[in-house]
């Protein structure tokens, strides 16, 4: 930039420092929220993209569509046999198998025994091919071709200095627990894996060659227990087997679906790089479109600090007019003012970059706590960044101040008693761009006010059963336990003080453990009825969580047909409990109506009891029937729940040493209902905490700007205000005069915010099965906020002019 701009620059700046303030800091602050808010989409949409190759990698989801079933959807896993037949069928395929170490499907993997005592550990199972499409970088030893021998092991980095500090771990034996323990040898070390991945590896082991004896599930096919990954040169290949997939789950999944088994079943190719934003569920679109969110509200809160840099920009050009008919006087030309002009907003912008960069550094830590993330400025992606935004920046703000003031008469400006102030035209951009600056701001608060309390909803919302004063052991589960352990276990916690009851079922809050879905057969043709999910519960279940009985009664010993275990009488009959959802999906109209009505053929159940719905898993997914089995002497996978007085975490702690002596070879996994249920919505809380902060600070922007255009128009309408003052008006009239100037952009802003708000508050609030309505209080409430907010901004200097005496302001220049 010429050395005169630079002069120019430095002259304004210190000429009129709070315009300087408010000018450069508006914008800085734009700048920092966008750096930040840019970083974190950069990282959430940068998953596995540190995997070599990873554009030719992709994972087989599974999914499932059976007309009017409430369980339809994808899944990011497969049947574990699926691999196997894929490469029966299609010789030559690349692919693998990863069981356990994969957080998609939410499995954290096996343990580590030292000592007769385990440690929970992410180990995963993978096939000998795993190296061929996952490269992993290797410390020690090699990775390729290392796991064809079954006793073998690959540590990661850390895992190696975990369990054997600074000694050398090759050769070393380690005892890995997956479906039993089984020692291993150690015979390489690959580098640990960034935080931008779902795979958590720590430890690899081979995958067995034949099903262990708990995956009944290994050829089921619609069942989801692996992560399945293939490898494919190019895109046309992967579209290519793609599209002979629907022929070969016809031929494979006759058994499990009969003929035209691809009508119902799919197997999709998902890119790897789009995994991490492709969950399970419903999940899916809110992870795609938070991230979608908060880049909009980095680019739009980037955009209010640029129509505010811009606005005073504009607004303060015309007290330069006389300079620029000085010049012109001079003999400079108009193209040499305009670069001037573009030269000064372009390194006024590099300041305000320098600065962003500064406050985006420091904000981190703050935004880290908040959003549970740990970001990190990477220098050589910001700088370019940085450097883009100041040139677009700088010639957008530049552009227009540039223009009319190098289009200013000299002779005309310098005959006027006055500096020109931009006319008519001048105050209508100004006045539009506050409308666009508060527009955008209030659409923020509508958003962030509905996001919180939609938050505030769930935290509350009835789920069913008391989540307070509640445990759930999900480690009960285990497979590696047997039923007498079980027991056990059962009577050990049953024991301590302060439980009042203990429960199990194959499911708990936060939707851990098995989710099984059962047709209920109708006359007509065999396969057909409504679908169901079917709840295996053992003792104590309903005394735990106390779900409201609508009619009928609950489960006990004392009738035989209650009792599910002898899976031999299933076709003779048993009796089950219904939820409520469950009543209108089989035709029923109130709970008393359902009461001894036998459902199913060939497999009769007979209903017993009605009970209002127990509400374990996200919000995002939907109520569905559901039917409960009971099942008094079989705990197998069955997660644990102990109904307790007292401190939380005092009882967690004992419940965890009554594991630790009783089965110690399993790691404890146990937690409050409510940690487990608040999981289910961290990212939703994370990113409304985020919201909240980009909002703040876009509010913050804007006022900064209409402070400084009140500022800036008050001392202009300086004279103007004397006259009326000496025709008789009041104090009170100027200040109405004044606020009433500004407050008319801020309420025309709502007629721009409320539509933006309603449409992106209506699509975030969609993907809840259990949402607040979206109330005109939201819109009205921020409105108000907005307002008095500006009100307040103006007061101030509305305020202090009306105080003005006539005499001082008719000779005032």
Known sequence: MPRLAWIALYRSLTRDKLYAALTIGGLAVGIATFLVLALYVRFETSYERWIPRSDRIYRVDTAVQFPGSPFNGAYPATMAGLFEMMREDFPGLIGTRIRGGDRAIGERG?????????????????????????????????????????????????????????????????????????????????????????????????????????EWTWYKWGTASVATFLRFETPE????????????????????????????????????????????????????????????????????????????????????????????????????????????????????????????????????????????????????????????????????????????????????????????????????????????????????????????????????????????????????????????????????????????????????????????????????????????????????????LLAGRLFDNAHAADDSSDWKRWNLGRNVILNRQALATLGFRTPEEAIGKTVGNPRPRTIIGVIDELRFFSARTADTGSYYMYTPNAVYLHIGAVRFTGDPRAMLDKVEESWRRIIPQVPFRGDTADHRLADLYREDERATRLVGIGTGLAVLIGCVGLWGLAAFSTARRVKEIGIRKALGASASDVVRLLVGQFLRPVLLANLLAWPLAWFAARTWLAGFGDRIALSPLYFLGASLIATAIAVVTVLGQSLRASRAAPAWALRHE
């Open 110 to 214: 096996g343990a580590v025994l030292r000592g007769g005592v385990a440690t929970t550990e992410d180990v995963a199972q993978v096939d000998p091919s795993f190296f061929d499409v996952f490269a992993l970088p290797m410390v020690q030893g090699a990775g390729a071709g290392a796991l064809a021998d079954p006793t073998a092991a690959l540590l990661s980095r850390s895992a190696a200095r975990r369990y054997f500090g600074s000694a050398d771990p090759i050769g070393q034996t380690i005892t890995v627990s997956m479906d039993a323990p089984a020692n291993y040898h150690v015979v390489g070390v690959f580098e640990d894996l960034p935080k931008n991945s779902e795979l958590h590896l720590a430890i690899l082991i081979p995958i067995p060659k034949t099903p262990p004896p708990s």
């Open 237 to 548: 290949a992967a579209r290519a087997f793609a599209a002979k997939l629907p022929p070969f789950i016809d031929r494979r999944a006759k058994v499990d679906f009969g003929p035209g088994a691809s009508r119902w079943l799919s197997q999709p190719l998902v890119p790897i790089a789009d995994t991490h934003l492709k969950p399970m569920g419903s999940e899916s679109a809110s992870r795609q479109l938070m991230v979608a969110t908060l880049g909009t509200i980095g680019l739009l809160t980037l955009l209010i600090g640029i129509v505010n840099y811009v606005n005073l920009a504009t607004a303060r050009a015309g007290l330069r007019a006389r300079e620029v008919a000085l010049r012109k006087v001079v003999g400079a030309s108009r193209a040499a003012l305009i670069g001037q002009f573009l030269g000064e907003a372009i390194a006024a912008v590099a300041i305000a970059a320098l600065l962003g960069l500064m406050l985006a550094e420091v904000g981190l830590p703050l935004v880290n706590a908040a959003g549970g993330t740990s970001l990190a400025m990477p220098y050589g992606w910001a700088l370019p960044l940085l450097a883009g935004v100041t040139l677009v920046v700088g010639l957008a703000g530049g552009f227009y101040p540039a223009l009319v003031l190098s289009r200013f008469p000299a002779a005309t400006v310098l005959a006027s008693a006055r500096a020109p102030g931009g006319g008519n035209a001048g105050a209508r951009l100004r006045e539009a761009l506050v409308v666009l600056q508060f527009g955008l701001a209030i659409a923020f608060l509508i958003g962030t006010v509905v996001m919180a309390v939609q938050m505030r909803h769930l935290r509350a919302a009835d789920l069913g059963f008391r989540r307070e004063g509640l445990i759930t052991i999900a480690s009960l589960a285990d497979p590696k336990i047997g039923q007498d352990q079980a027991r056990t276990m059962l009577r050990a916690l049953q024991a301590l003080p302060g439980v009042q009851s203990v429960g199990t079922a194959n499911i708990a809050p936060g939707g851990e453990g098995t989710s099984n879905i059962d047709i209920v057969e109708q006359p007509g043709p065999p396969g057909t009825g409504p679908m169901l999910r079917l709840v295996s519960v053992g003792p104590g279940f309903f005394d735990t969580y106390r779900p409201r």
